[in-house]
């Protein structure tokens, strides 16, 4: 397998303005996996509580995902996070986050882990991310994901991060904070200046910008009515993003443009249900269609 991640595993409690759902399986590492698996053979790293079931195993297996990684720590409690969405479904509220055994996640690369070609270091602290890093052997392609509580606490772990890293991925607001700029084109090339090769800036219902040395671009969101719960989308997005680069064994200017084509549309499935109830009901050839849906709405 060419791809690793390295994440959290969740559950997640989910209130939207029409219906609220406690104790789902979530979390960044999960999201990614699932969404990957579509395309390539993925490594799954995280850590699980006592109160973690074998059927969630399961299910992350029977999808070709390597689940070796996952470390169950005897006597703790699995990370917990409750949210709750405003109307327009784009805001939303933490209402709990209980970290338990993420508080003290230590990940220990396998031999096999540590030779990924491919690496997704999801959101999560980078102290934990560079510990991940310092685990690898010689990584083509190395792109990690960061957030608001990161940028605040860790900024100077953050910019050695970006120094050692291909490909930062973060959210528009994440990118004003980081870089004190509210143009997102001037955020964009400062965060380029820190260190990666490009930058991903995930714009919610508006889609994607990309920067890079030579290129800058956007990609809009699949137009998706049935907004059901977007916990998760934006680690699908990288999910479908990697995992057709792992699957092509390439990251050139065009091939990464199809690879983010394909994580907008992973991600505009699985905002139609729950957790990834509406990704487990689809296969590679719907996310196929609607990739080429999705490309001909791009040609003009």
């Known amino acids: ?25 979530g979390g960044s590492s ?16 995280g850590v699980v509580g006592e109160d973690w079931q074998e059927e969630h195993t399961q299910l992350l297996t029977e999808r070709g995902i390597d689940t070796s990684g996952i470390e169950i720590e005897e006597g703790g409690k699995t990370f917990r996070w409750t949210g709750k969405y405003h109307s327009n479904m784009n805001d939303r509220d933490t209402l709990e986050v209980h970290l338990n055994v993420l508080e003290t996640f230590n990940p220990t690369l396998s031999e096999e ?27 083509r392609l190395v792109v ?9 606490i860790e900024r100077d772990q953050l910019k050695t991060l970006l120094s050692r890293v291909d490909g930062l991925v973060l959210n ?28 991903i800036l995930k714009k919610g219902e508006h889609g994607a910008m990309f920067f890079s040395k030579n290129e800058t671009y956007v990609m809009p ?29 390439n990251f050139d200017p065009k091939t990464l443009k199809e690879a983010m084509a394909y994580g907008t549309v992973v991600a505009s499935l699985i905002v139609e249900d729950f957790s990834l ?19 001909q709405m791009l040609t003009f």
């Open 172 to 199: 528009d607001s994440e990118a004003k904070q980081l870089t004190e700029e509210e143009n997102l084109v001037r955020a964009g090339q400062k965060v380029l200046e820190m260190g990666p090769k490009f930058i």
């Open 30 to 45: 999960v999201h990614f996996s699932y969404a990957a698996s579509f395309f390539s053979g993925v490594r799954m790293v």
């Open 277 to 295: 109830d509406r990704l487990k009901g689809t296969n590679r050839e719907e996310i196929d269609s609607r990739f080429n849906q999705y490309r």
């Open 144 to 152: 990690a994901d960061t957030m608001d509580l990161w940028i605040e």
């Open 221 to 249: 969101a699949f137009p998706t009515p049935d907004v059901v719960d977007p916990t998760g989308a934006g680690d699908s997005f990288a999910g479908g993003m990697m995992g057709y680069l792992a699957q092509q064994n």
């Open 113 to 139: 882990s540590s030779r990924c070609p491919f690496v997704f270091l999801a959101n999560g602290s980078p102290t934990t991310q560079l510990k991940v890093l310092e685990q690898m052997t010689g990584p």
């Open 1 to 25: 397998m060419s791809l690793l991640v390295v994440g959290s595993i969740a559950f997640d409690s989910i209130h939207t303005p029409t219906e609220v759902r406690e104790n789902i399986l």
